[in-house]
């Protein structure tokens, strides 16, 4: 990773660790999922409202490391607003991206803050902090249209 993307994931993950976004419960949720990380005890809900195949609203809690937090916030700030087909493609590019299967030299448009997750490529055990929150929004989607519990 060059130094200047090396500074901005700094930035990036503390930023978003220490003031993360869309860090709350969703009472009228319409799908969620919960997702562990036991290599790193990483725990993360994640929420999701979908209406007409498109994400109103997504949000989450949990505890873990910063990376999975931060990467867990910029998750949520980027999938609102988008189609469930649209969140699965990003999600598959932002997997190929972490587990450094764009190649040297990744395409990283579409990506926008998540290019900054490029560097993780090189710790197996941060790829899963940094997709951990993926994983769990892509259960979520996939149970949608079930009557979830607000208990
Ligand atoms: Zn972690």
Known sequence: MDQELR????????DHNKSPRNFRKMEDATAKADGHNPLCGDTIHVY????????KDVSFEGKGCAISKASA???TSMLKGK?????????EK???????????????????KLAVFAGVQEFPVRVKCASLAWH???????????????E
């Not at 932002?94 to 926008?112: A, E, I, R, W, Y």
């Open 7 to 14: 500074e901005l994931y700094q930035q990036v993950i503390l």
């Open 94 to 112: 932002f997997h190929k991206l972490v587990t450094g299967k764009l190649g040297d030299n990744p395409d990283l448009s579409g990506l926008g």
């Open 73 to 75: 916030s910029i998750m």
């Open 136 to 150: 769990t929004m892509d259960t979520a989607l996939h149970q949608k249209g079930e009557t979830i519990s607000t």
């Open 48 to 55: 999701l409202k979908v209406e007409d195949d498109i994400i």
């Open 83 to 91: 189609t469930v087909k649209e969140a699965e493609e990003l999600f």
